[in-house]
């Protein structure tokens, strides 16, 4: 088969968790063409490598809110820009289409990668957009501009499980939504849980856009000397490539995804943003983590308060931290108690693909 495949480019998250999936379709002799922008393209094409197509397509405009009690109002703001840019992005995959023949559209997040009477799916943790102040107006809303665009869709994939969930009201609890429409397939991600040896204390992730990332960077490599033990830190920094030890610390500008993997996995606390991906990785790799929801990020606020409560990590907000102490009680959280098999949920994946018949919200 023919596939086009879009990513959404907001951060390196929705690239990471496709990637299995892609991984797989490539492994079945598909032929893939990505469309997505930026630094979840440049990922992409460093993953898959030449036998795969490229396409750059910019994306929606990605949030700037610097208050979380604003969301409604750049929501509404950004509205316009969006519609056009998913007119741009549709109009896009339709010429693809006319001009060569594929066989299946797969998108995550990108809401105009889609063709009518084409076995169509999407992928999306987010059908409902969980507002600071719950307002059951605005995120019922958002529902049915979701569920407008879904009924386009031979499928919509949640990377997370039917029950004893990782993303809570952001796919489960639907008002508008039927879940019986959707196929929950279970986390995604692209590590794998392996036997290592437990020898690094922390691992600390900073990620994100700027000027976020620069302000994690700084908040945590202030306190991070007050922290007994190995304490590995990746700066995320992909334009670089140092590597400086001091003391106790190793801290890397970057670190690919290979080698990721490894120090996660010998990791006792994983230290990073509370970003659904990041979550999924965690709990594929059966960590414990300390997590900083990004400021004015309603998502990563309600997953932050989401864990506290049920107690599987424990998140505080950056302005507040207090490393040491704070490390010390994500130590006594659960982590995620449930067995993630990410070759299950790619397997889950590829059943909706192949048995698909047509929307199911029709």
């Known amino acids: 088969m023919k596939v086009i ?15 299995p999936i892609m991984r797989k379709l ?9 469309i997505s922008s930026g630094r979840a393209l440049a990922l992409l094409r460093k993953e898959l490598g030449d036998g795969t197509y490229y396409i750059d397509c910019p994306d929606y405009p990605a949030p700037s809110i610097k208050n ?4 409604a109002v750049e929501f509404m703001a950004n509205l316009p820009s969006s519609l056009l840019a998913i007119n741009r992005e549709y109009k896009l995959v339709q010429a693809m289409v006319r001009k060569a023949k594929y066989d299946m559209v797969v ?11 084409m076995p169509s799916f999407f ?3 987010q059908l409902r957009l969980v507002n600071p102040m719950r307002m059951r107006m605005l995120e019922t809303g958002t529902e049915i501009y979701n569920q407008f665009f879904f009924k386009r869709y031979w499928g919509v994939l949640v990377p997370d499980f039917a029950e004893n969930n990782l993303s809570g009201d952001m796919s489960h609890n639907l008002r508008i939504i039927k879940e019986k429409c959707l196929s929950y ?25 700027e000027p976020h990332r620069t302000s994690l960077e700084e908040t945590l490599m202030a306190q991070a000397k007050d922290l007994p033990g190995k304490i590995v830190v ?20 970057y670190i690919n995804g290979g080698k990721r993997e490894e120090l996660m996995n010998r990791a006792k606390l994983v230290i990073s943003w509370s970003g659904y991906s990041t979550l999924m990785d965690v709990a594929v790799l059966g960590k414990k983590a300390l997590f900083m929801p990004t400021p004015f990020q309603p998502e990563q606020e309600y997953l932050s308060r989401y864990h506290n409560s049920k107690g599987t990590f424990y998140s505080v ?7 040491a102490e704070d490390a010390k009680t994500a130590q006594g959280y659960a982590g995620y108690q449930r067995e993630c098999d990410v070759s299950k949920a790619v397997e889950a994946a590829m059943d909706v693909f192949h048995n698909s018949k047509g929307s199911p919200f029709q």
């Not at 495949?5 to 990637?19: D, E, F, K, Q």
């Not at 907000?317 to 490393?323: F, I, T, V």
């Open 5 to 19: 495949y879009g990513v959404c480019s907001w951060g390196l998250g929705h690239a990471t968790r496709s990637l």
């Open 26 to 34: 490539v492994k079945e002799g598909n032929e893939l063409t990505v």
């Open 68 to 71: 979380s009690r604003l969301f």
């Open 107 to 117: 998108s995550d997040n990108r809401y105009g990668v889609y063709k009518r009477f």
């Open 123 to 125: 992928i999306t943790h």
């Open 185 to 209: 397939i279970g986390p995604l991600s692209d590590f794998k849980r392996r036997d290592a040896p437990q020898d690094i204390d922390y691992f600390i992730s900073i990620t994100g856009p």
């Open 234 to 253: 990746s700066l995320g920094k992909s334009d670089e490539s140092k590597t400086d030890r001091r003391d106790n610390m190793e801290v890397h500008s």
């Open 317 to 323: 907000p950056l302005a507040r931290l207090k490393l």
